[in-house]
């Protein structure tokens, strides 16, 4: 007689505890039910559909099963399934138990869960009595059969574990004496070593003078590709045991990813970092704790500056020259009108905003008037008189 499974793939009631299949391990096609898919409780019809048994089983395995599924009315949602063993290979409760309902990848639609129980069977973990008598019977016969056989290749091995044992000991006797003279080699070596105070070894120390001669130098590698920053070169502790840097250091810094790279000299645990220290740039620049102090292409020596409308006074050119962020501008002309640009210096030795400053203008006496440079490098003066000769001289950071 088949039990009679009625299940909604609306789900309303989330599992039938009442619905229940029970088999024993081993048990081969014997347990079929007849199933009623309905949806909302009206038949759902099943033509064109593909149906499918799963489940998790007490093991934690999975069975997905369509072979047992026989169709028995499509358009009322009517088949049986008959469980295939593999479902009640494993004692327990099965722990997820449906139908599926399928068709292609487009669409699938379940059922709610129903008990399904494995039983366990007399055999599996159990041993027949009488085989196994009967087996050991048998193998004890076969066992008196061979007992001579057996003493004497005990003997045998008795004998042969005498002889291997005495060679396992002769040959440790030598091992031991070949262990005393390579010790001995290696200690004799060692002394060589610390006579000639060489360091052999990453960790060692040097407690003497170490002295190059004149064509000798100390080469340290740097990583020289896409990697971290890094920093190598010579760097001070405190005492021996120090593991990091804590005093300073000089050497070279180098970017992650072959980025920026410059020469450092710093006091502290990072003297590598540019606001702590002495940083030298390839291009001939140079910074002291972020600041700059001095760059080839920025300072320069005295440079003379044209002028207009005016007469240069000889021996005294008008110039100007920079040392880090000071410009100086020095000379003297004649005739100059009054607020009318008579130079103009370049770009890079322009101050900030215009600036003022005191200048001596001779013109039969001497006079005070003022001599202003333009933030756009422009230069005039004001106050003087005509024929005077004036003498400039100025100084501004940039």
Same mark, same amino acid.
């Given at each position: 007689m088949k039990t009679t499974f009625v299940l909604d793939i609306q789900k309303d009631k989330y599992?039938?505890?009442?619905?229940?299949?029970?088999?024993?391990?081993?048990?081969?096609?014997s347990n079929t039910v007849d199933v009623y898919i309905k949806k909302g409780g009206e038949p759902y019809p099943l033509t064109n559909l593909m149906v499918f048994y799963e489940c998790v089983k007490p093991d934690d395995t999975v069975v997905r099963d369509k072979e047992g599924v026989n169709i028995i009315d499509a358009a009322k949602g009517h088949? +049986?399934?008959?469980?295939?063993?593999?479902?009640?290979?494993?004692?327990?409760?099965?722990?997820? *138990?449906?139908? *599926?309902?399928?068709?292609?990848?487009?669409?699938?639609? +379940?059922?709610?869960?129903?008990? =399904?129980?494995?039983?366990?069977?007399?055999? &599996?973990?159990?041993?027949e009595s009488e085989t196994y008598i009967s087996e050991f019977d048998k193998a004890l016969e076969m066992v008196k059969g061979h007992r001579k056989e057996i003493d004497e290749a005990n003997k045998k091995i008795a004998e042969l574990t005498l002889y291997i044992q005495k060679k396992v000991d002769e040959t440790d006797t030598k091992f031991r004496g070949v262990i005393g003279q390579i010790q001995l080699r290696v200690d004799g070596v060692s002394k060589q070593i610390d006579a000639m105070d060489v360091v052999?070894? *990453?960790?060692?120390?040097? &407690?003497?003078?170490?002295r190059f001669n004149s064509l000798g130098q100390m080469l340290i590698t740097q990583p020289d590709s896409a990697t971290g920053p890094s920093a190598r070169g010579l760097h001070y502790v405190d005492?021996?045991?120090?593991?990091? =840097? /804590?005093?300073?250091?000089?050497?070279?810094?180098?970017?992650?990813? /072959?980025?920026?790279?410059?020469?450092?000299?710093?006091?502290?645990?990072?003297?590598?970092?540019?606001?702590?220290?002495?940083?030298?740039?390839?291009?001939?620049?140079?910074?002291?704790?972020?600041?700059?102090?001095? &760059?080839?292409?920025?300072? &320069?020596?005295?440079? @003379?500056?044209?002028?207009?409308?005016v007469e240069n006074v000889p021996d005294r050119p008008l110039k100007y020259k920079k040392t880090g962020g000071l410009v100086t501008v020095m000379?003297?002309?004649? @005739?100059?009108? /009054?607020?009318? @640009?008579?130079?103009?210096?370049?770009?890079?030795?322009?101050?900030?905003q215009d600036v003022?400053?005191?200048?001596v203008i001779i013109s039969g006496s001497t006079a005070a008037g003022e001599f202003t440079i333009q933030k756009g490098g422009g230069?005039?003066? *004001?106050?003087?008189?005509? /024929?005077?000769?004036?003498?400039?001289?100025?100084?501004? =950071?940039?």
């Open positions: 599992e039938y505890t009442s619905l229940i299949v029970t088999g024993r391990m081993g048990d081969l096609e088949f +049986t399934y008959t469980f295939p063993a593999e479902v009640f290979s494993a004692p327990g409760q099965v722990k997820r *138990s449906f139908f *599926s309902i399928e068709k292609d990848k487009t669409f699938r639609a +379940t059922t709610q869960d129903f008990l =399904v129980i494995s039983l366990h069977d007399a055999l &599996t973990g159990h041993i052999k070894k *990453s960790g060692d120390i040097i &407690t003497g003078l170490l005492k021996d045991t120090d593991g990091n =840097v /804590n005093r300073g250091g000089i050497g070279r810094f180098k970017g992650a990813n /072959n980025g920026e790279e410059y020469l450092y000299m710093g006091f502290g645990t990072n003297p590598w970092d540019p606001q702590s220290g002495l940083i030298f740039r390839p291009d001939g620049s140079a910074t002291l704790k972020g600041k700059k102090i001095a &760059t080839a292409d920025n300072d &320069t020596g005295w440079t @003379n500056l044209k002028t207009t409308g000379g003297s002309i004649r @005739n100059p009108k /009054n607020v009318v @640009n008579f130079a103009t210096l370049p770009e890079g030795f322009r101050p900030p003022a400053f005191s200048v230069l005039f003066v *004001s106050g003087a008189p005509a /024929n005077a000769t004036c003498h400039l001289v100025a100084s501004y =950071v940039v």
